[in-house]
Nanobody, 121 residues
Framework: QVQLVESGGGLVQAGGSLRLSCAAH????????MGWFRQAPGKEREAVAS????????YYEDSVKGRFTIHRDNAKNTVFLQMNSLKPEDTAVYYC??????????????WGQGTQVTVSS
């Protein structure tokens, strides 16, 4: 079983920045695609960003393009989400997720516990 531990959430003013971190324990991290999802109150969970096992391919949801950056450090079994120019609509619980090689990143096999990000106007 892969355990994902998130950190870095908090309260920030609009226009500010946060960096979320997700440390993976167990499994073979370097073989997994990684992603970040979020769920706002009254909304369905949505994919925010993903990164391939080797870091060469990334995906971003349209609303975060140019503002968020996903990257990974396989030597430290950690994936990051750098969030800049934050907007109130970015407020949500953010979840780290991992997909085995046999799975598509949009259907992760493992999930973190979630971390709250709140952006004030």
């Amino acid at each position: 079983q892969v355990q994902l531990v998130e950190s870095g959430g908090g309260l920030v003013q609009a226009g500010g920045s946060l960096r979320l971190s997700c440390a993976a324990h167990g499994g073979t991290f370097s073989n997994y695609a990684m992603g970040w999802f979020r769920q706002a109150p009254g909304k369905e969970r949505e994919a925010v960003a993903s990164i391939s096992w080797n870091g060469l391919n990334t995906y971003y949801e349209d609303s975060v393009k140019g503002r968020f950056t996903i990257h990974r450090d396989n030597a430290k079994n950690t994936v990051f989400l750098q969030m800049n120019s934050l907007k109130p609509e970015d407020t949500a619980v953010y979840y780290c997720a991992a997909a085995r090689p046999s799975s598509h990143w949009s259907r992760p096999d493992y999930w973190g516990q979630g971390t709250q990000v709140t952006v004030s106007s």
